[in-house]
């Protein structure tokens, strides 16, 4: 096809307009939808593999809208009543499938590449260190889906030409996706069905874990069952017999079967954690990860003075360092235990927001009451965590105030740490340090109650 061709058919079709309602779309969810891609580390904007994530997400929806697209487009020649008129000219079929299929895969590559430069431009601005190619496939395996359902749509829509075929497949399609749906409650995503079967669905879950990427196997099998999909669409296009339209379903049906056994039976060989984006970096005690090397600046000074303060207070229990934390984590797990290392999570916007001084007491009391119970944007943690680190960093740094970033109002925290402060200031200095060393010993264990320890009661 070439760009005279391609020139006639975008003023003649729906291309265009396909691709202007997928790009509208995808914008609108993006930026006018509340959700987990505008928040924490791997908000859409912040890396270049959660970019490439949250712009595949929507699929999810866009790929079911391509799909009833195409197959508005594929009924063209019916509504038109040229079927017959064009069947009776001596150009080849495959020439005229060529060029409607052409026409609409370009329309929606193009606007799929558009919200992905955008986001590759907001990523761009931000403070992304980490730059790699690595999220290329996610993004190519993307727009290789939107083509593939609009070839497929169009196929199906000229062997079954009726007004009803366009909403009937985006409706069936919207259903599939929503079935093979992967949810990210897990330490890695999975979905109600075998995860094999889930990763047919061109839609990805969402990215919580700023180093989990799709394996490669993944990428190779959606490349082969989506190429399958693509062939098929375009040999039901081009068929004139009911025996060509039956044996254009064998690459559907072989792209599915090798996609099958390509893909990994288990979701944690599904996301992998980016060895490259998860490597420490390291300035003295304190090491991030190379996703998150902007930090270092923000937090070197902060966490070494939060180290010596440990040192004085816990003596020889004392963390000697302080490192991000890259394990992946089911929503409520218990986060990642290390008595050595004060362990920071970037989504804990008690610490990954706060600055200074602020940082600086929120690592005290996160290196003497480390967390059982996680806390982000999404997860509040405990009242009595947030209330018990308050008063670890108090008695180190010499005041009391609510910590700041987490879910529990400052009143709220005033009101069950005052008493508490009050009794435990009441105690002998020497007992005080007993109270601070058994608060840590209990925190670190997830074990008893870290307020009771303070002051000698009873644990829960």
Request: aromatic share 6%.
């Amino acid at each position: 096809m070439n760009l005279r061709i391609l020139g006639i058919e975008l003023r003649r079709s729906v291309a265009p307009w396909a691709g202007i309602v997928v790009l509208a779309t995808a914008l609108a969810f993006l930026y006018l939808v509340p959700g987990p891609w505008w928040r924490g580390t791997a908000l859409w904007t912040a890396q270049w593999t959660s970019m490439a994530l949250w712009t595949r997400y929507p699929l999810v929806f866009l790929w079911p809208l391509a799909v009833g697209l195409g197959a508005l487009q594929g009924l063209r020649d019916h509504r038109s009543k040229m079927s017959e008129l064009l069947i009776s000219t001596p150009r080849p079929a495959r020439h005229r499938a060529a060029a409607l299929a052409g026409t609409t895969a370009f329309a929606l590559v193009s606007s799929f590449a558009l919200l992905v430069v955008l986001g590759a431009v907001r990523v761009l601005a931000g403070d992304a260190t980490y730059t790699h190619l690595g999220w290329l496939p996610i993004s190519l395996v993307g727009a290789l889906a939107l083509t593939a359902g609009a070839v497929l749509g169009m196929g199906i829509a000229r062997t079954v030409p009726s007004a009803l075929t366009p909403p009937a497949l985006a409706v069936g399609a919207f259903l599939l996706t929503s079935l093979l749906r992967q949810t990210s409650d897990a330490a890695t995503p999975t979905s109600a069905v075998p995860n094999r079967l889930s990763l047919l669905s061109p839609a990805v879950a969402e990215a919580r874990e700023t180093l989990l990427t799709l394996s490669a196997p993944v990428h190779l099998g959606q490349t082969i069952w989506l190429l399958g999909m693509a062939v098929t669409g375009f040999v039901l296009l081009a068929a004139a017999t009911p025996r060509a339209r039956l044996l254009a379903l064998t690459p559907l049906l072989a792209g599915a079967a090798v996609a099958l056994l390509q893909f990994p039976a288990d979701p944690r060989a599904t996301y992998v954690v980016d060895r490259e984006a998860a490597t420490l970096v390291c300035e003295g005690p304190v090491c991030v990860t190379t996703a998150q090397r902007a930090r270092m600046e923000d937090l070197e000074a902060p966490g070494a003075e939060a180290l010596r303060l440990l040192r004085e207070t816990l003596g020889d229990r004392a963390p000697v360092g302080l490192r991000e934390t890259t394990v992946p984590r089911a929503l409520g797990d218990t986060p990642e235990r290390s008595r050595a290392y004060v362990l920071v999570d970037f989504d804990d916007a008690a610490i990954g927001d706060a600055e200074g001084e602020e940082l600086t007491r929120a690592l005290v009391g996160q290196g003497i009451a480390p967390l059982c119970r996680p806390r982000s944007d999404t997860e509040s943690g405990t009242l009595e965590e947030a209330v018990a680190q308050s008063i670890a960093a108090a008695w180190v740094l010499g005041e009391l105030r609510p910590l700041e970033g987490t879910m529990h109002d400052p009143s709220e925290q005033a009101a069950v740490a005052d008493p508490v402060w009050k009794q435990f200031m009441a105690l002998p200095r020497a007992e005080q340090r007993q109270g601070i060393t058994a608060l840590h010993a209990a925190a670190v264990s997830c074990s008893g109650d870290p307020l009771g320890a303070l002051t000698g009661g009873a644990s829960r």
